[in-house]
């Protein structure tokens, strides 16, 4: 049988309600999950360990970096291991322990539920058996299983507050699909030895999405108070206003402080192309770095990783960054990287 280990930080799959609000909290999370799910024991020798108790509004990239550890130095000890995690920001650890644990030959699967396990229209069922499942295929990524399907997890973004199919990966097809069987699709990555565990990582990092009235002035104001590196989430193919209310010149000022200025789409799907418009162009010009096609937490966790590791040189960091791929999270068009 597959050893499995079994990493709880939280989420609203055991949380119970509160008594004194009312509302879901973590408080109530103390369960013995194999006891209230034997059925588990079916699928794989599970232990598990818990790590945290968060809501994941409250997960900090220090959580990541603990959570990224506990695995690196279990690796040799468990053939996967999966990660009970709340949804709201599973995309962005499940993106930092992408990158984080850059040597996988094993799956790290991340999963989580819309509804607690004691409910009796409960999700956390399925996708806890599911997860444990894909756990001793030996998919050599960190991924999230949710509502029957395996995705990459620097792919991966909540797109639904409200059905079971809460996350989805527009920019990348599922790795699987759980029906009567399991579907492993083509493009899994190769399985990689593993690596030293690199933990270096640049919080200073500010995601802003570009809206019709986004005042320059305050993104200026936020250079001077210490930003490290920014996402700036463009319209459509990655387009931003040149014009009134220019940002083209906050992205020259941060340049000027070598504060790499990188572009998503506001869109879920599809890339960033900076030269399909003028405003695109301009950013450019200015030294914007494309994500072509990443979603905001993937490019965010990339940026903090890439500037931890070389905090004196951030815009070349940047550069050689997003200029390939670390673990699947982009695709770049012909004749980059
Ligand atoms: N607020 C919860 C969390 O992210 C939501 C969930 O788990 O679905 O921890």
């Not at 644990?101 to 806890?128: E, M, W, Y």
């Not at 220019?246 to 340049?255: F, K, N």
């Not at 162009?281 to 490019?299: F, K, L, N, Q």
């Not at 960054?321 to 980059?336: M, T």
Request: net charge neutral; with cysteine.
């Amino acid at each position: 049988m597959k050893r499995l280990l079994l990493v709880h930080t939280g989420g609203t799959l055991m949380m119970g309600q509160s008594t004194e609000s009312g509302a879901l909290s973590p408080d109530a999370y103390k369960r013995d999950l194999l006891a209230e799910l034997p059925v588990l024991k079916q699928l794989a020798e599970i232990e598990t360990t818990f790590l945290f108790k968060l809501d994941s509004a409250d997960m900090q990239p220090e959580h990541w970096i603990e959570l990224g550890r506990k695995v690196h130095d279990n690796l040799s000890r468990y053939d996967g291991f999966v990660i009970v995690h709340g949804t709201d920001t599973m995309g962005y650890t499940a993106s930092a322990l992408a990158f984080l644990l850059s040597g996988l030959d094993r799956s790290v699967v991340l999963t989580g539920a819309q509804k607690p396990l004691n409910a009796i229209r409960t999700d956390a069922r399925t996708n806890l058996v599911d997860a444990c499942h894909v756990a001793t295929l030996g998919i050599p990524e960190v991924g999230v299983v949710f509502n029957s399907r395996f995705f990459r997890g620097c792919r991966v973004t909540k797109l639904d507050a409200w059905s079971m199919n809460a996350f989805g990966s527009p920019s990348c097809p599922p790795l699987a699909e759980l029906g009567l069987g399991v579907q492993v699709e083509k493009h899994v990555l190769a399985a990689r030895s593993h690596a030293p565990y690199d933990d270096r990582l640049e919080p200073r990092v500010l995601a802003v999405r570009t809206f019709p009235g986004l005042d320059p002035k305050l993104l200026i104001g936020a250079l001077g108070s210490g930003v490290r590196g920014v996402v700036l989430e463009g319209f459509g193919a990655g387009n931003v206003p040149r014009l009134q209310r220019s940002l083209i010149p906050v992205i020259e000022h941060a340049r000027g402080l070598d504060v790499p200025v990188v572009i998503v789409s506001q869109c879920p799907r599809g890339a960033v192309d900076l030269s399909a418009y003028e405003g695109g162009v301009a950013a450019h010009g200015a030294g914007a770095i494309s994500a072509y096609d990443m979603t905001t937490e993937a490019a965010l966790t990339k940026l903090m990783i890439a500037l931890g590791r070389a905090p004196e040189a951030r815009i070349q960091a940047a550069q050689d960054a997003f200029s390939h791929a670390w673990a699947g999270e982009v695709s770049l068009p012909s004749g980059v990287g």
